[in-house]
């Protein structure tokens, strides 16, 4: 079983959350960025900030996690990244 | 092919003939370099040689020929795709299969036995009624069929009448098969070799030199190497490998994973695939239940196994074929597939003028490999896109004409 920490609830089994996709650095309101912000994703070997929803209670978090090691470095709310 | 059986038989002195060529020492110049050594790579090597005549080819593969995505697929083929554009390429990959083993003097094992998808739902069944009117106008065998026949088509399926995964009908593809996945890529090495280009593994690209929109060099862990064209074809590193030539590319990876049962007896000639519970099953030549699905949840670059893919296609297996439930797995493995927005490849021209691309191959790669080599191989040799391919350029997203497959993968992502 592979845990995912949720900032609200705690540990908990991965499969209780559902995978939303990297935090995009592309902004979909500006025109000229559109095409980059929905076709063009974050796509990197190393570490990625990604969505991610805790589906029983509805909290949707950030995830830092490494891309070919697949470890979860550090989970957050979104506005509350930890110093 | 019975007539030379019978020589090779029959001949005392029989001089066994190496499929893979050795890797030669790196020249320092090559008309086209092809970065990636598995079936799209080789096929491309084949069809430059063998019907272009451009002969002074290398294919550099890091790590042995065909051992990633090549090996790693579950060898199904088929054209049951949704949109004209696929239908007809796909069509041309199935009908390459078909004379492959004639065309390479080498058993790569087709076995065209028909693919049936099954619909647990009348909204499934609307969308294999529009699956089946396109495959037809454009020439494929295709078609829905009823519970009935897909009992007989199958006979020993789980239908569930009146519980949750119903079987309600299906969509019957007759041309669907497999081939035998290695097969294909000794095939095609040995030549492509044969005709002059030359295969170098343990031969990793770590970048390029360029003069304003060309490639110059392709830089090597084993040296420098000036080129005239240079096709990428590297499957789940598609994406780190365009970067180092600055394209940028609407790529993201995730594994998918596939397993095998210990060897049975025959029960299962066609291929089964049920997108309700994405499954899918065929069984090998050798009796062996090969189960795949859909790809991982999540974006990842690593092919580690896990506990709930495993668990999950072997629940859909089951499902199907109940009496499945003692039967051991005997190995399983994952590949790492570059996802497209729109689930098409992008094949064609990339923003610089000798690079050319063959990738965004994500879950469905394999079927290609004939078609995707020919005709990569009739762009870089005549340097115009062939319209076959032109629906596929890279270009697409940035004038928003998609081709959205999501529903014709084999299990739905």
């Known amino acids: ?83 | 092919m019975p007539f030379s059986l019978l020589k090779y038989g029959l001949r005392s002195r029989h001089v066994p003939f190496r499929d893979i060529p050795p890797t030669p020492d790196l020249k320092r110049s090559y008309d086209v370099v092809i970065i990636g050594g598995g079936g799209h790579g080789l096929a491309a090597a084949y069809y430059l040689s063998n019907v272009h005549g451009i002969r002074n080819v290398a294919v550099l593969e890091k790590g042995y020929l065909a051992g990633g995505n090549t090996a790693r697929n579950t060898t199904t083929i088929r054209s049951n795709y949704m949109t004209e554009e696929s239908v007809r390429f796909y069509k041309e990959g199935v009908e390459l299969f078909e004379t492959m083993s004639r065309d390479l003097g080498f058993n790569v094992m087709f076995s065209q036995r028909g693919q049936l998808t099954l619909a647990h739902s009348e909204a499934t069944l609307r969308s294999f009624h529009l699956r089946a009117e396109m495959g037809k106008h454009m020439g494929t065998r295709i078609e829905v069929v009823d519970v009935q026949t897909v009992k007989e088509l199958c006979p020993h399926l789980n239908l569930d009448l009146g519980g949750q995964h119903e079987v309600m009908g299906g969509l019957w593809h007759a041309d669907g098969g497999t081939a035998r996945h290695d097969a294909m890529a000794w095939g095609y090495a040995r030549h492509a070799g044969a005709r002059g280009g030359e295969i170098h593994q343990r031969t990793e690209v770590t970048g390029f030199e360029q003069a304003g929109d060309r490639v110059t060099h392709v830089r090597t862990n084993r040296g420098t190497i000036a080129v005239g064209q240079v096709l990428q074809a590297v499957g789940g590193l598609n994406g780190q490998v365009a970067a180092m030539a600055g394209i940028r590319l609407p790529i993201r990876c995730f594994p998918l994973q596939a397993m095998v049962t210990q060897p049975l007896k025959p029960f299962l000639d066609i291929l089964v695939s049920s997108a309700n519970l994405h499954t899918y099953l065929v069984q090998s030549s050798r009796g062996e239940v090969v189960i795949g699905g859909g790809s991982d949840p999540y974006q990842l670059a690593s092919t580690r196994s896990t506990l709930d893919q495993k668990e999950h296609l072997a629940e859909g297996a089951l499902h199907l074929f109940p009496f499945l439930h003692k039967v051991k797995l005997l190995r399983q493995w994952a590949g790492i597939t570059d996802m497209t927005p729109d689930y098409s490849p992008i094949m064609g021209a990339s923003p610089l003028k000798n690079y050319w691309l063959d990738c965004g191959w994500g879950t469905w790669g394999f079927k290609a490999t004939p078609v995707a080599g020919k005709r990569m191989a009739e762009t870089i040799a005549t340097g115009r896109v062939p319209d076959v391919l032109k629906p596929f350029d890279l270009s697409r997203f940035d004038s928003f004409a998609l081709l959205n497959e999501m529903g014709a993968t084999a299990a739905s992502h």
């Open chain 1, 1 to 83: 079983m592979k845990l995912l920490t949720c900032p609200v609830n705690g540990p908990r089994n991965i499969t209780e959350f559902q995978y939303l996709g990297p935090v995009r650095a592309a902004d979909a309101e500006q025109p000229e960025q559109l095409i980059e912000a929905l076709f063009y994703a974050e796509n990197p070997l190393g570490v990625m900030r990604e969505w991610w929803r805790h589906t029983p209670s509805n909290t949707v978090l950030i995830a830092e996690r490494h891309t070919v090691s697949d470890q979860i470095l550090a989970t957050y709310l979104p506005n509350r990244k930890p110093a």
